[in-house]
Structure formats: structure tokens, C-alpha cells
């Protein structure tokens, strides 16, 4: 049988774990206008396109790719891939939910 203790630091854990993390992901997707550059561009977009639509000369492209990832998984975007980007998982984003 689980303590009371044991149960209240597993509350505590996850709540730091999910809640900080994906608070910090959305303020990053915010900071960086990563819905308006998906938006502005009207259709699938990949990982590049989003890269060069922030601007920035010094992003870290694979830190981005798992920002996104992170996004998709929180069902923040939606992914999709095609035929030409199969072996590049999660650099596809259609829509802004």
C-alpha cells in the first residue's frame, strides 16, 4: 500500500513536470510567433521554414525540432509528414489548435 507522503510527492513531481514544462513550452511557442509564422504561411510547413520564419542566427535548430515535437505530443500542432520528409519525424506542422 502507497503512504500518504508518497502519494502527495508523486502529486508534486508530476505537476512540476507537466505543468512546468509545458507552460514553459507554450511561452517559448509564444515568444517566438511560431502560430503566426505556421499561420502566415497557409499550409504544411517544415521545420526549416519555421527556423527561417523566426529569424534568428542563433537558433539551435535541434532544440526547436523538440520544442515541436514536445508541441505535437501536447496536441499544441498537428503533424504531418510526406512522402519526401518519411525519415525526418516531426518536422511537418499543419495547424495551429
Known amino acids: 500500500m502507497t503512504s500518504d507522503a508518497t502519494i502527495q510527492g508523486q502529486a508534486r513531481f508530476f ?25 502566415r504561411h497557409q ?11 523566426i529569424g534568428s542566427s542563433s537558433l539551435d535548430v535541434d532544440s526547436l525540432s ?12 498537428d503533424q504531418h509528414e510526406s512522402e519526401e520528409n518519411r525519415s525526418i519525424p516531426s518536422t511537418s506542422v499543419q495547424s495551429f489548435s
Open 15 to 39: 505537476h512540476h513536470l507537466f505543468g512546468g514544462i509545458s507552460a514553459a513550452a507554450l511561452r517559448c511557442a509564444l515568444e517566438l510567433d511560431i502560430a503566426g509564422i505556421i499561420n
Open 43 to 53: 499550409g504544411p510547413i517544415t521545420l526549416s521554414q519555421i527556423a527561417h520564419g
Open 66 to 77: 523538440r520544442l515541436m515535437r514536445f508541441l505535437v505530443h501536447q496536441q499544441i500542432f
